[in-house]
C-alpha cells in the first residue's frame, strides 16, 4: 500500500455512517478489532455492538453524478442451479 492511503472501516451491520472509522495505517485496524472482541455481546458507545467490519481503501475524489456520490445495487433472483433448465 502507499503511504498517503487511508482506509475506511464500516461496520457490516451499520447504516446512516455510525460506527465508521478511518485509519492511515493497516496496522491501526487491530485496535478496532480487539475492541470489537472485547466488545462482543455488550454495546460499546464507540463502535456499537460487536460484529464485522467491511474494510476498504478510502477514495478521496470518487465519481460523482450530478455533483453527489452514489452506489449501484443490483438484485437478482436464480430460479435455479440446474443447468439449462
Known sequence: TKS??????K???????????????????QDIVQRSRRGQGQVSATYGSACEYVV?????????LDGLKFDLRLYMV????????
Open 11 to 29: 461496520p457490516s451491520s451499520g447504516s446512516q455512517g455510525k460506527g465508521i472509522v478511518l485509519v492511515k495505517k493497516w496496522k491501526d485496524l
Open 4 to 9: 498517503k492511503d487511508i482506509f475506511i472501516a
Open 78 to 85: 436464480v430460479t435455479s442451479v440446474v443447468p439449462l433448465r
Open 56 to 64: 476498504q481503501r478510502y477514495i478521496s475524489e470518487p465519481l460523482l
